[in-house]
C-alpha cells in the first residue's frame, strides 16, 4: 500500500492514459456519481415539501433514479479496485465492513426507488418510512465512504 502511495505521488497529474488505466483509478471517480445524485435527491425531495413544489419532487425521484442506474459501474469498479490495489487481499476487516456497507447502501438505494415509484404511480407523497429509509441509507453511505477512505489511503487511521 505505501508503495502505491509512493507511486501515486510521482505520476504526471496530467497523463490521461496512466490516469485511465490505472487499474484502482476508476472506483473513486465513478462512486462520487450514485453518491452525489442520492444526495441531490434527497435534497430536492425535502425543497419539495418544505416549499410545496411537486416539480422539485420529480426532479428528485429522477436523481434516485440516476444513482440507482450508476450503482452497478460503482460495485464494478469497486471490485476492480479490490483486485488490483488491494491484490485481492482477504476480506476481512475495514475491507469487509466496507463491502458490507456498500451492497447495504446498494440495496436501500434500489428499495427507495421502488418506494418512490409506487408512491409516484400513486400520486402522494412519500411517507415517513420513505424518509426513515433515507436516514438509514445517508448514514450508512457515509460509513461507506469512510471506510473506503481508510483503505485508499486518503484517510490515514
Request: proline share 4%; aromatic share 10%; glycine share 10%.
Amino acid at each position: 500500500m505505501k508503495l502505491f502511495l509512493a507511486h501515486a505521488h510521482s505520476l504526471n497529474p496530467f497523463d490521461l492514459k496512466a490516469a485511465l488505466l490505472a487499474g484502482h483509478a476508476q472506483h473513486p471517480v465513478l462512486i462520487h456519481f450514485p453518491i452525489g445524485l442520492f444526495i441531490a435527491s434527497v435534497v430536492f425531495d425535502l425543497v419539495a415539501v418544505w416549499r410545496k413544489q411537486p416539480i422539485l419532487a420529480t426532479v428528485g425521484y429522477y436523481n434516485l433514479l440516476g444513482a440507482a442506474l450508476t450503482i452497478p459501474f460503482a460495485i464494478a469498479t469497486g471490485l476492480g479496485a479490490w483486485q488490483w490495489q488491494l491484490e485481492g487481499a482477504a476480506i476481512k476487516g475495514n475491507l469487509r465492513l466496507h463491502m458490507i456497507c456498500a451492497l447495504t447502501s446498494a440495496l436501500l438505494i434500489f428499495f427507495l426507488c421502488w418506494m418512490r415509484l409506487r408512491v409516484r404511480t400513486k400520486g402522494i407523497s412519500p411517507g415517513i418510512g420513505y424518509w426513515t429509509v433515507t436516514l438509514i441509507a445517508l448514514l450508512t453511505i457515509t460509513l461507506t465512504g469512510h471506510l473506503g477512505g481508510i483503505l485508499s489511503g486518503v484517510e490515514m487511521s
